[in-house]
């Protein structure tokens, strides 16, 4: 695995090394060792996956609060997703800045996110699956969000979004989360 960091202080853009041969590759995802000489969370209670039907369809942009903040590491594991990140931690040096990552099937790239960071992605192939291990389990009355449209973050989705959630399109702006 090769650690890259990112605009976002604590994120990291991963590369997966695969070991190819006739039959395809192997490829760890996650190492305990590696992840804790970058200083990484290596306990993963929860396991998701997604799939998302339609091109353009967005999820998010969500994270949990405090007491039980999420860390996640985020893969796309098949087609392919643009993945976007938002700093929403008050007093952060990058606070309401945004970064945002092609993920595929094909590019083995991860990301690992630190807790307070809004999460979110955009479908850009027909059925792609999103596979993400998180550092704590959902707790309803902890999950936030953030408007996938916010002006004053200006997040450039490379499709017009569509087929958003009543619940994501409820969110509250950046200046509403003081």
Same mark, same amino acid.
């Given at each position: 695995m090769r650690f890259h960091g990112t605009k976002l202080a604590g994120v990291w853009l991963? @590369?997966? @090394?695969?070991?190819?041969?006739?039959? /395809?590759f192997f490829v760890r995802t996650a190492c305990e060792q590696e992840f804790l000489l970058q200083g990484l969370?290596?306990?993963?209670?929860? %396991?998701?996956l997604t799939r998302t039907r339609d091109? /353009?369809?967005?999820r998010g942009m969500h994270w949990q609060a405090e007491p039980s903040p999420e860390i996640k590491l985020i893969r796309c594991a098949r087609g392919s997703i643009w993945d976007?990140?938002?700093?929403?931690?008050q007093g952060s040096a990058t606070f309401g800045l945004w970064e945002g990552?092609?993920?595929? %099937?094909e590019n083995l790239r991860q990301i690992y996110v630190p807790a307070g960071i809004a999460h979110g992605f955009q479908?850009? @192939?027909?059925?792609? @699956?999103?596979?993400y291990q998180m550092g704590a389990t959902y707790v309803p009355e902890l999950a936030r969000g953030l408007r996938f449209d916010d002006p004053e973050v200006g997040i450039r989705w490379p499709l017009?979004?569509?087929q958003l959630s009543e619940r994501d399109l409820q969110?509250?702006?950046l200046r509403e989360l003081a």
């Open positions: 991963i @590369e997966l @090394e695969p070991r190819n041969d006739a039959r /395809g969370n290596t306990h993963w209670p929860q %396991s998701n091109c /353009g369809a967005v976007v990140l938002v700093d929403v931690r990552f092609e993920l595929t %099937s479908c850009l @192939e027909v059925n792609s @699956e999103v596979a017009p979004p569509v969110l509250p702006r």
